[in-house]
């Protein structure tokens, strides 16, 4: 069987299951709806779609949005389904493979010393977020895997009834089961649905590891000792940024649960270990002592007893004496799987970051040094007093705050969870915790104030600049020259790592798509300048969701696309939303996702910094300018926010139960405060994908069509930066779009400017890349073609429940229901909402 026969297999068996549960009459109502979808889409049928639809009950309008959505749900199954056949199909060296990328590196010139080095210097480290781009409850997802796992058996002649029905029951379970929270999902909720991948991740590790020590036998002919450049962490728990929830006693249950799930992994690896490796001392001996075992089932009882362990000492003693033993086979396929687990997850499970505000942790430091009559007014201090401030107490070990006397509240939710790291790394070592990242960093301030806060628990942070806005990406080199060149920050950084975070979300709604990614690109290029130059190691760390607008696209090109030199220490990039469930829900999708991002990050690396020509950075810096005044134009036009807040259902988006996070940071509403990802999801609820490419006809037109050829053929970055705006653009709908605009914009001068520009950028595009949208990834574009006769009956419903809704007195909490499951269906349909 094909994925079109899986489609219509788990297409039928929904059919039935809702001719049982809702009856004749209802499945006939979605049958006609989808023929009226079709003709409608063929140009046919659009007023008699409309008047049905405008003519339906609310439970019938709720029912055929749930009815739809279910079906979405299905086809990404069958669609994750098809990725695994063919995954596990492909023979030879895959493209973008671990062997791939040391085939490439010898082809470099690199030898396997070198490679061996290059890859002890650099880690990617994944990092696992809370955004609400995930919306399924656990129950639901827990029948979709369900699901999932019977579907091989679907072809199989000898099983196919039985998983036939095994499906339908659990879509009849689903159908009556709510899919959305009644509730919306505490801190603790976001972190167990975040770490219910790692297990499936642990699976494919040792495969991996396997696949690096083979690369290098079959490259290089020679053996390697080369560990998996690979790291976790999660801001799940520590992400305090406008979110009042993350308390330090939410840090405090975040740490615990990582440690009870990391001692559930080992433990699950060291049995198996204990089974597998029976081998006696005097094999021709029956009484023989097994002496693997002895040492396995010590760390079992340690483990098990939360006892103090030396677990990777203890694990590679044991790998080495395998070894000496002539059980070199056993080493590699028995324990190699507890081993990695080992290194990988330790006791710590994956590395909490905290994240806090500049303003917040600005604040807390005033406070802080008013108590020890150092400054009554800090905050209100220029920036060059600020600095002396900070640098003489850096210099000085004393506390600001009385010893033995609590904190205030406030003081207390800032530094308390610096505390709660301190006791969590004391318990399982220092990778409990991993950085501490300042939110809107704009200057070398906001660098070293969290210093002062941590030194008052006695503990060592080391400090992440999140850079954010346009303003803060052009001004990053420079505060990071002003911080490295201080002896005071010096002396806390030593010889560690100097990472620096660059956020795509909010330069991309300051600046628009093109001005933002160009921001990023030259942020990093002359901040890697900055560090070389101060003899720093250095390592960026990428905020990307899973929309274009907000850095998304496939990770290995991505990190293909990064400048030249810039890679120094490895890269993390924030893993969030419904990509965790797209690239870690099956073990073979992890292992190609890891190998891919890796394959990227190495041959990255490994590329030598070089000047790209003039005509390319003189063209793009020209069309940046350009591409962010008419998106500036766009959302600073007076009329704008009116029409936003008419054609999207934001307001309805803010009332989903779908995340513990505001939708907005503290003030007055506005564009400025609303966070990136539900300005992005909105957008693409409505299917104009603004945020994914408005500006580009202008930057294109600005860099002229030769040119612009000329670098997407030859200029990674450039590349990835228009095949990601090709993705935007194929996933946009006008057709859609101008329903949304009935909301209240149709025939406005703003509603113009977007299907002017859209019409503009698809052939602007188009004829970069020398064909139509995604003819290079046919894959992709049969998705969406399939995609979008089927997701028009949800967007439709949703656009007259809005309509309703807003015209009547109390009409939100009429339709609330219907409306969010439609906001719900039509993310399972596009995917990439955030």
């Not at 409608?40 to 007023?47: L, M």
């Not at 259902?649 to 009332?655: A, D, G, M, N």
């Not at 228009?722 to 406005?748: R, T, V």
């Not at 894959?779 to 309509?803: A, F, T």
Request: charged share 25%; net charge negative; with cysteine.
């Amino acid at each position: 069987m094909g994925i079109r026969d899986d489609v219509n297999l788990l297409g039928r068996t929904l059919g039935q299951v809702l001719k049982e549960q809702e009856g004749e009459g209802f499945y006939n109502l979605v049958e006609q709806v989808r023929a009226l979808v079709r003709r409608a889409r063929s140009g046919e049928g659009s007023a008699e779609l409309q008047t049905l639809i405008a003519d339906l009950k609310v439970g019938d309008a709720e029912n055929l949005v749930r009815a739809f959505t279910w079906y979405f749900q299905l086809v990404n199954l069958a669609e994750e389904y098809e990725r695994v056949r063919a995954l596990s199909e492909r023979k030879g060296v895959r493209s973008q493979s671990l062997e791939q990328a040391l085939t490439d590196l010898k082809e470099l010139g690199l030898s396997a010393e070198q490679t061996e080095a290059l890859i002890e210097r650099v880690d990617l480290g994944l990092t696992f977020t809370a955004h609400p781009t995930e919306m399924r409850r656990r129950t639901v997802r827990n029948h979709l895997v369900e699901v999932a796992e019977t579907i091989p058996d679907l072809g199989d002649s000898d099983s196919a009834e039985e998983a036939t029905a095994r499906v339908a029951a659990h879509i009849e379970a689903m159908w009556a089961t709510p899919e959305l929270r009644r509730l919306k999902p505490t801190v603790q909720d976001e972190v167990k649905g975040g770490l219910s991948y790692l297990p499936t991740i642990a699976q494919a590790l040792p495969r991996l590891q396997r696949d690096l020590e083979r690369a290098f036998v079959h490259v290089y002919g020679q053996r390697s000792d080369a560990k998996l450049p690979l790291s976790f962490s999660s801001w799940m728990g520590g992400d305090r940024d406008g979110n009042p929830f993350v308390t330090p006693e939410a840090t405090r249950e975040t740490l615990s649960l990582h440690r009870e799930r990391a001692r559930e992994l080992l433990l699950t690896h060291i049995r198996q270990a204990y089974t597998d490796l029976s081998q006696a001392d005097h094999l021709q001996d029956e009484g023989g002592e097994e002496p693997y075992r002895q040492t396995l089932r010590d760390l079992h009882d340690a483990v098990r007893g939360g006892e103090p362990v030396e677990l990777l000492p203890t694990l590679e003693a044991l790998d080495a004496r395998l070894r000496q033993d002539g059980q070199a086979r056993s080493a590699d396929q028995l324990l190699t799987p507890l081993l990695t687990v080992a290194r990988t997850f330790g006791q710590h499970l994956v590395s909490l970051d905290v994240r806090e505000h500049s303003q917040l942790t600005g604040a807390a430091v005033a406070e802080l040094l008013k108590e020890a009559g150092v400054s009554e007014n800090y905050t209100g201090l220029p920036e060059h007093t600020k600095l002396e401030v900070l640098a003489a107490e850096l210099r000085s070990r004393r506390p600001l705050w009385p010893a033995n006397c609590p904190f205030p509240d406030e003081l207390e939710r800032t530094i308390g969870p610096i505390r709660e790291v301190q006791q969590a790394v004391a318990l399982v070592g220092p990778r409990a915790f991993g950085r501490y990242i300042i939110s809107m960093s704009e200057s070398v301030s906001d660098i070293l104030e969290p210093l002062l806060l941590a030194r008052e628990v006695g503990f060592r942070i080391l400090p992440v600049p999140l850079f954010e806005t346009l303003g803060d990406l052009e001004r990053a080199p420079s505060v990071m020259w002003e911080l490295l060149s201080l002896p005071e920050y010096r002396a806390v950084l030593a010889g560690d790592v100097q990472e620096i975070m660059l956020g795509y979300s909010d330069s991309n709604k300051d600046a628009g798509f093109l001005a933002a990614n160009w921001a990023l690109h030259e942020a990093q290029r002359k901040v890697s300048a900055v560090c070389e130059q101060a003899g720093v190691p250095w390592r960026f760390f990428h905020g990307r969701g899973t929309s274009i607008g907000r850095g998304g696209g496939p990770a290995s090109r991505a990190i293909l696309g990064q400048p030249a030199g810039t890679i120094d220490a490895g890269l993390r990039i924030t893993e969030q939303g419904e990509a965790l469930s797209d690239k870690y829900s099956h073990p073979i999708l992890a292992h190609r996702n890891l190998e891919q991002a890796l394959y990227g990050l190495l041959l990255s690396a490994a590329r030598p910094k070089a000047d790209l020509p003039a005509t390319w950075t003189d063209a793009l810096t020209r069309a940046s300018k350009i591409s962010a005044q008419t998106y500036r134009d766009l959302v600073e036009d007076a009329h704008f926010l009116p029409f936003f807040e008419a054609v999207t259902p934001i307001h309805e988006i803010s009332r989903l139960n779908i995340a513990s996070r505001p939708v907005r940071r503290p003030g007055a509403p506005t564009l400025s405060n609303l966070r990136a990802i539900p300005w992005v999801m909105s957008w693409t609820q409505n299917r104009a994908n603004l945020p994914g490419w408005y500006g580009l006809p202008e930057a294109i037109e600005a860099v002229g069509p030769e040119l612009a050829r000329e670098m997407y053929q030859q200029w990674p970055f450039f590349r990835s930066m228009l095949d990601n705006a090709q993705m935007a653009l194929a996933k946009s709908d006008p057709l859609i779009f101008e329903d949304y605009l009935s909301l209240g914009g149709a025939g406005s001068e703003l509603a113009e400017r977007l299907q002017t520009a859209y019409t503009k950028a698809v052939q602007q595009v188009e004829s970069v890349v020398g064909g139509e949208l995604l003819h290079n990834e046919p894959r992709l574009k049969e998705s969406i073609g399939l995609r979008n006769p089927y997701i028009d009956p949800i967007h439709r419903i949703q656009v007259e429940l809005l309509r309703r809704s807003r015209a009547e007195e109390g009409g939100l909490d009429t339709y609330e229901r219907p409306l969010l499951l439609s906001v719900q269906g039509i993310a399972a349909g596009v995917r990439n909402t955030g």
